[in-house]
């Protein structure tokens, strides 16, 4: 499980990220909302542990500019303000939970712990986008009455876009997301993916496309806002 770590006191983000690499997730750091907006973007993060106060970019906007694009990453807000008001902000915000300094290494585990599985129980068995959703369980893409079936990658890749249609992913993310970091399969495998997909969201009727930024990555978007030549 992968985490985010975000806080301009850089001493104290390096002890979280040991305590929490001891517990056994994956860490990143970043020292201010900036910082921590650009690895977001890059996403594959299960949580963000986040302070809320940093200059420039707080970690209010920082929770403010995630949830207006879409980005439900679960967000522990850490500070020192501890009144009900700030609490009931940072909450209204789109926090997740509300965390005051200083506080216990195990409490925070235990409400990581919580959140990433208080989303795990919302994962559902489908996921869509537009108009049409991926059948997790039975490998099928759906669109209106017409269903196509899908092999278990392209099942895969086409869920994973769609569960991070709020960004662009590059061809490097879908090969480790999906093949996995040890597989020797390259990107080759990534493009004919990609291609039947596309081949089977027309077969399908959908409105919805797989489009590319060359050099950037994939996203998904409606063919009506860059109709087909």
Known sequence: MKLLVVDDERDLALS???ILTHAGYEVDTAHDGAQALRRLDSGGYDAVVLDVMMPEV??????SKMRAAGDDTPVILLTARST?????????????DYLVKPFAAKELLARIRAVTRDRAKTASASASFGDFSVDREAFRLKCGERSIDLTALECKLLTFLVENSHRKVSGEELKLKIWGGDSLSDMGSVWVNVSNLRRKLREAGSHMVISTVRGVGYYLESSHEHPRK
Do not use: I, P, W
């Open 16 to 18: 979280l990220r040991a």
């Open 84 to 96: 009900v008001d700030d609490r009931v902000e940072g909450l209204d915000t789109g926090a997740n």
């Open 58 to 63: 707080s970690g209010l906007k920082v929770v």
